[in-house]
């Protein structure tokens, strides 16, 4: 006979517990979740044990082998600010990642509550192994003196690419327990994932919950004790999966998102499908999502936890306001609404089934004879029938909307509803998009069976390297997947249940290495244990456990609502960091001083990075990094300044950009030094007499004036000094953006800010394109020297003469690699003629105007995407969702194609998106016609909200709109269409044609 296992998934409403034997649910109560959740949890487990009892199982509370638990305690924590503790930061980054520190992601009350100081010391890797600094151990121990001397007794560990190379953070681990082992910690590398900021933030908030979680843990154990249970409890964790008491202790945050998780994986149970889309109607807000061999799909996007950027990797749910305490409205043109107002938890106080005066979904399921037994039937017996049948249609039509939204395919899915609110569909009515409709049985506890029969897994997730031989790759992929079900196994899975659920393969770009991260999952079911197993051996602490008192009952409930809407998976990188600080005002303009220099505020940053990840068409790296920087570079007191092209009359400008792998840069981060040397020793050039369009005697001839030699590279094609060339002491007259597209067009904001120099409102691609050679003034014939490289750790290459700028593209993308695969550049220096004549004018400008739209739109709930192509003179290609997506990576750059199958009014009509690092070509799938080409803009958004999607966070599922938008003058010239238009990038068989009239902005700066 199969074991009994208790599942619970404790949500903002609802606490709900079944109890289930193999796959079969014997016992099962819902009931309302209690301030002290403890208290809610035991009165549910009570009254299903006395259920079960009733059904033939007397001796029940012998015969359970576990209870698995899902709760959003800890997630509710964070976003109340309550319960957290001080925690330090250690990060191993040596010269790196300066520009960044610790908590520069955290909303500032979320920081003053948890900063318990952060400390940057040596230490860190490259991503190919090297070390950044060797790790100092005398450093470590004095850092830990400090901490132990400041109170703080909670320690995140965090070092760059650890994830790849753990044993920095593992040296730091070992001293803690050396010489304070009262201080408990997190290691980032622990977490997985690459990304630093992201890590090292889910590593600070796990260890800041720790007190929590080990109180509340001891809080459920001594409860469960008391009502005679002693089986092992484990935790459902974001991906479905269980972990330990242990685990839990260990890793509180891996529980943040189990609601939605706990109820698709109990609809797989409940349905015995694998594949198919699950609707989850609850009182206020209906889930619909995907599940692949019965597992959700995860969302490709950045997930926020109150506020602060994360790697956590959740389900990814499309989520409606339609639920069974939805407002039900109809108009004097007899047109019925169903939400998205709600009366929330209010339902038996509010509906008119319970005696309330509001009409919502429940009654008209009740009034339509969906449902029996619920409420009171003859208090809506007087709503007409046309309302009602109005009302059921509209609540049918909402969910095979959100139903549609997540297939990946034309074929009908299978449909499974779960959730107290499945009682607002009619089975046995058509439903679009549905092969099948299935309301299983006990579908009202779906996520405490969910909960309950949860697996467990493992993952590998690390870059390596890996060509295209396939002998090579395939032995690669197996010791990748042995790896993953060896984690699982450890974790407690049943080694003959294991298999693998998913692999992926991320390429990197802008690097000539066949480099990859690769992603294995496996999972297994978990070896019951016995009940006279001594589960008292996991080490819990001990301690007075503290709750919230009934008098805080309406704040916890208002918070435990608020969680199911916070913690959501999001590609809005650019929310803002704090909301006082960039509050949108109606009648807001940006400053400008009175020498006409346009001073950026918190806002005005906001609106950059989304305009320019708008305008980077998928490639020049996401702008959350800079747009980072530049906030904290405002905060530090410095003044980023924009000035008009007009305005710049004398000397000479220099433009600046990082070049190499984003990828590379999100995990080792900018050290806030790299653009100002490169710069700065790009300036000394211009002092010791190097100059843009000097022969190569001339060179020589300066070189040795000042005691320089120079050396002939790549076959004489480049020349380079092989003396140390010092920084100036002068400062650039101003600052150039390569491209206006992605990071690239934030980071010169920073650095002229931090060194007193202003940036020009203009850009040199009027987007971003992938090569040095696409450059406006290079294609306008301006020579591609002098030029200077920098990295991280103070190398630099100073190039005097270049024959081409493909020749300096190509020795700067070696030198690039020498750097770690990121470095800064500075390429030529120009004149007010120049900046005015082979640069495309006034796109800061364009991008702040952009970002604007989108953010007032969203605030006015208007079609984000119409707001983006009204501003831009644009045109919406397609609407639709990404079916599938190619990649391969050749010559340092990442190739591929995107299948966007159409929806709503764009349903039939597919899209296919090939891009080179950037968009570059659409066609109609269906007849090769090319809908869209470079030089135009090729943008893809989320459809909802307008965050621009970068070419490397492309997954499958995701609901995108397609812009095309006009290309500046400068680079649709015949001379420049050479260098970027279509036959540039090998499509010889399309002809380019503008996309319309290109919209030339007035700069927000004035000319002086």
């Not at 520190?101 to 920081?111: A, G, I």
């Not at 433009?655 to 790009?682: D, F, H, W």
């Not at 050679?773 to 003469?801: M, T, W």
Request: proline fraction near 4%.
């Amino acid at each position: 006979m199969s074991s009994f296992v208790i599942g619970i998934d404790v949500g903002g409403t609802n606490t709900d517990v079944a109890i289930v034997q193999g796959h079969k649910v014997v016992g099962w109560n819902k009931s309302s979740t209690t301030p002290n959740i403890i208290d809610g949890v035991i009165q549910s487990i009570e009254k299903s044990l006395k259920n079960t009892e009733e059904n033939g199982h007397p001796n029940i509370r012998n015969e359970i082998t576990r209870i698995s638990i899902g709760t959003t305690h800890f997630i509710n924590a964070v976003i109340k600010r309550t319960g957290l503790t001080k925690t330090t930061c250690i990060r191993l980054c040596g010269v790196s990642s300066q520009a960044l520190p610790p908590f520069s992601d955290f909303p500032k009350d979320l920081k003053e509550k948890i900063d318990g100081e952060c400390y940057l010391v040596n230490g860190g890797f490259e991503f190919d192994g090297r070390v950044i600094t060797q790790i100092d151990e005398k450093e470590i121990i004095d850092v830990i003196k400090k901490i132990q001397q400041n109170g703080v007794k909670h320690v995140a560990i965090s070092g760059i690419f650890s994830p790849m190379d753990d044993s920095q953070e593992k040296v730091v681990e070992n001293l803690i327990k050396t010489h304070a082992p009262e201080l408990t910690y997190t290691t980032s590398c622990s977490l997985g994932y690459l990304g630093l900021l992201e890590r090292e933030n889910a590593t600070i908030l796990n260890e800041s919950l720790k007190e929590l979680c080990r109180k509340t843990i001891s809080g459920f154990r001594t409860a469960l004790s008391d009502i005679g249970l002693k089986c092992p409890v484990f935790f459902t964790q974001n991906d479905g999966t269980l972990i330990s008491e242990q685990q839990t202790l260990d890793f509180p945050v891996f529980t943040f998102s189990s609601g939605a998780t706990n109820s698709m994986r109990g609809a797989v149970h409940l349905s015995s499908l694998k594949n198919a889309i699950i609707v989850d109607i609850g009182g206020t807000s209906t889930d619909v999502g995907v599940l692949v061999n019965g597992f959700p799909r995860e969302a490709s996007t950045r997930v926020k936890v109150a506020g602060v950027n994360t790697n956590f990797r959740m389900p990814d749910v499309r989520s409606i306001g339609l639920g069974g305490g939805s407002i039900v409205n109809q108009n004097k043109d007899g047109i019925v609404a169903v939400g998205p107002g709600s009366v929330e938890y209010r339902l038996k106080e509010e509906a008119l089934i319970f005696g309330g005066k509001t009409l919502v979904a429940t009654d008209i399921a009740v009034a339509s004879g969906l449902s029996k037994g619920i409420g009171d039937e003859t208090k809506v017996s007087h709503l007409p029938k046309d309302l009602t049948e109005k009302a059921v249609d509209v609540i049918q039509k909402a969910v095979e909307k959100a139903v549609d939204s997540v297939k990946l395919s034309k074929e009908d899915y299978a449909v499974v509803l779960v959730g107290g609110g499945s009682i607002l569909i009619d089975v046995n009515k058509p439903f679009a998009g549905a092969s099948q409709i299935i309301k299983p049985p006990f579908y009202q506890v779906a996520n405490a069976v969910g909960a309950a029969l949860s697996q467990v897994s493992g993952t590998f997730d690390k870059l390596i390297e890996m060509n295209d031989d396939q002998n090579t790759r395939q032995t690669i992929l197996q010791q990748a997947k042995d790896y993953a079900i060896e984690q699982a196994v450890q974790n407690g899975a049943i080694r003959s249940t294991c298999a693998i659920l998913d692999i992926q393969e991320i390429n990197m770009t802008y690097v000539a290495l066949p480099r990859k991260r690769l992603t294995v999952k496996a999972v297994g079911d978990l070896q019951d244990v016995s009940t006279e197993t001594n589960v008292e051996g996991t080490q819990i602490g001990s301690g007075d456990v503290r709750f919230e008192s009934n008098d805080d009952a309406k704040e916890s409930k208002k918070s435990n609502e608020k969680s199911e809407t916070e913690l959501q998976q999001t590609t809005d990188e650019n929310q803002p960091r704090t909301s006082p600080q960039t509050t949108i005002v109606e009648d807001y303009k940006p400053h400008v001083n009175e020498q006409g220099e346009w001073e950026l505020s918190l806002y005005d940053v906001e609106c950059l990075a989304l305009g320019a990840g708008v305008l980077g068409c998928g490639g020049g790296g996401s702008p959350y990094l800079g747009k980072m920087e530049l906030l904290r570079c405002i905060e530090d007191g410095f003044t980023p300044r924009i000035i008009h092209p007009e305005s710049f009359k004398e000397g000479y400008a220099f433009c600046t950009a990082y070049m190499g792998a984003p990828e590379i840069l999100y995990e080792r981060l900018p050290n806030k030094n790299e653009l100002s040397n490169v710069l700065l020793i790009q300036q000394k050039m211009l002092d010791l007499g190097f100059n843009a369009g000097q022969s190569l005697e001339e060179i020589k001839d300066i070189a040795s004036k000042n005691h320089l030699n120079i050396d002939s590279m790549f076959d004489g094609k480049c020349h380079t000094i092989t003396d140390t060339v010092e920084a100036s002491k002068e400062l650039p007259k101003a600052i150039l953006s390569a491209e206006i597209g992605g990071m690239n067009s934030l980071g010169p904001l920073c650095v002229g800010a931090r060194l007193g120099a202003p940036v020009i409102d203009c850009d040199g691609m009027g987007r971003a394109f992938p090569q040095l050679q696409h450059y406006g003034p290079f294609i306008c014939g301006s020579p591609a020297y002098p030029a200077v490289l920098c990295d991280n750790h103070g190398r630099s290459v100073c190039l005097v003469h270049a024959e081409s700028a493909t020749d300096l593209e190509n020795f700067f993308r070696s030198e690039v690699v020498k750097s770690g695969c990121a470095a800064a550049v500075s390429i030529s220096c120009f004149d007010g003629e120049k900046v005015r004549t082979q640069m495309c004018q006034h796109t800061l400008t364009q991008a702040w105007s952009i970002g604007d739209v989108i953010l007032r739109a969203r605030k006015a709930h208007c079609d984000v995407t119409q707001a983006i192509l009204n501003e831009c003179n644009g045109i919406l290609i397609a609407k639709g969702k990404i079916s599938d997506v190619s990649r391969q990576t050749k010559d340092g750059f990442t190739k591929g194609r995107i299948l966007i199958e159409g929806v709503d009014k764009h349903k039939g009509q597919n899209v296919i998106v090939e891009f080179q690092n950037e968009y570059l070509i659409a066609r109609n799938e269906l007849t090769n016609q090319k809908l869209a080409s470079t030089p135009d803009l090729i943008s893809l958004v989320e459809s909802d909200t307008g965050q621009p999607i970068q070419s490397s966070e492309v997954r499958y599922g995701v609901r995108v709109s397609v812009l095309l938008l006009p290309a500046p003058p400068l680079m649709t010239s015949s001379q420049a269409l050479e260098f970027v238009g279509p036959k540039a990038f090998g499509y010889d068989d399309i002809v380019y044609e503008k996309a319309g009239e290109y919209k030339l902005y007035d700069s927000l700066a004035k000319p002086v």
